[in-house]
């Protein structure tokens, strides 16, 4: 069977919908469709042809992150989908290896995805980078606090966007590793849904120093999002929510883990707390990945890196990595025979989980994920971010 990988033009956005209905069971309402088209028309799209005809497709879409100081150029993957018939016969392979190679021509350093399974996106180099952390509250066990001055204001998604853009933006969990969001997707991932409520807290100068989204019913109250910049605003909005335990029975929060929770906050800490495995990731290139580094200040250093990516083949190999004393690191390809000193070995998965911080040296060391000597490991992590990576959108 010939078939053909390549982009997908805009005038076969029919054929795309229809593949992302029927693979992921979803019913085709124009207002769906509209919702589709809204990230098709935002991104890179790809498919493997069999007679002309759609057979697998994979969506790109270009993000940017922000990352301790740095902005990464990074890659959103998603509607990953076959036809039943043509499963299992490297469709999604092959247009993984197009799409890869073409985003590290286009210098892309970053690639995340949400994966219906981990061992499946491991094959092509992802590993999982982000968590999550939910907390379910008895509404007779939320907190009565005291609220100070300033007020609380409902608001529409129109009024708020602004707000959340500059507020999101500003928290220091957002710069790590988190999107910078675009209008456009705001519109898309929040404002689309018709379930969504808005409100803001405005300080004494009517200034809006927080900010929640959030849908409620009798059962629950959910808290979407939310983000505050002052110890008055996460009060004022711990009380608005509090005042709605008259009319849902539990609330419920979902939202990026930083390393830390917010039980020891509440009158009963002993609350449903719960710490789950969320998107992937991977360096797509790590030449413009490692150049573009917000390492530590310190001394000149040099070190030698051996990279395995066998989906990635401009990875593969040894890589000299000079840091200067401001933090900048130079990168380049070398040869092994010419190397007279440690080399510090790993996937491509165990680089991109140590750089972006999500776990520690001398983890990998200790579980042999990264091979060497563990004295020149331990000196470049102190060149290394400190904190977990933390990601608060899902495509």
Request: with cysteine; hydrophobic share 40%.
């Amino acid at each position: 069977m010939e078939r053909e990988i390549r982009r997908i033009g805009k005038t076969e956005i029919d054929e795309m919908f229809d593949l992302a209905a029927y693979a992921f069971n979803a019913e085709k309402t124009e207002k769906r469709k509209e919702h589709f088209e809204q990230i098709i028309t935002n991104s890179q799209n790809y498919g493997c042809f069999s007679e002309g005809k759609l057979m697998s497709q994979v969506v790109s879409t270009p993000f940017k992150v922000a990352f301790h100081g740095a902005v990464y150029p990074m890659a959103g993957i998603g509607c990953v989908s076959s036809y039943p018939e043509y499963r299992g016969q490297g469709a999604i392979s092959a247009i993984m290896s197009k799409l890869l190679s073409d985003l590290a021509a286009q210098e892309v350093a970053l690639a995340y995805l949400a994966p219906f399974s981990y061992p499946f996106y491991r094959k092509y180099g992802f590993e999982q980078l982000f968590e999550q952390i939910s907390y379910t509250i008895k509404a007779s066990d939320w907190p009565n606090v005291s609220v100070g001055s300033g007020k609380m204001k409902r608001v529409t998604f129109e009024e708020i966007k602004p707000i959340c853009q500059r507020i999101y933006a500003s928290l220091e969990k957002n710069q790590r590793g988190g999107m910078i969001r675009e209008a456009w997707w705001l519109d898309y991932s929040i404002g689309s849904d018709d379930k969504n409520r808005f409100a803001v807290y405005e300080d004494e100068s009517g200034t809006p120093a927080g900010y929640i989204i959030y849908q409620s019913n009798v059962e629950r109250f959910t808290i979407k999002e939310w983000g505050f910049l002052t110890k008055q605003a996460f009060q004022a909005i711990i009380g608005f929510i509090g005042s709605h335990n008259g009319s849902s029975k539990e609330f419920y929060l979902e939202t990026g883990f930083t390393g830390q929770n917010f039980s020891y906050l509440m009158p009963a800490p002993l609350i449903d707390m719960k710490v789950t495995p969320f998107m992937m990731g991977r360096i797509v290139a790590m030449d413009s990945f490692l150049s573009m580094y917000p390492f530590a200040l310190g001394k000149e250093e040099t070190y030698y890196l051996k990279v395995e990516d066998t989906y990635a083949s401009w990875n593969e190999g040894i890589w000299k990595l000079m840091i200067d004393a401001s933090g900048k690191g130079t990168v380049k390809k070398c040869s092994e025979e010419f190397i007279a000193t440690e080399v510090l070995s790993g996937t491509i998965q165990t680089w991109t989980q140590f750089f972006m911080g999500y776990r520690t040296g001398e983890d990998l060391l200790f579980y042999e994920k990264i091979l060497g000597a563990a004295d020149l490991l331990h000196s470049l992590e102190r060149r290394v971010v400190k904190t977990v990576p933390v990601l608060e959108e899902y495509f």
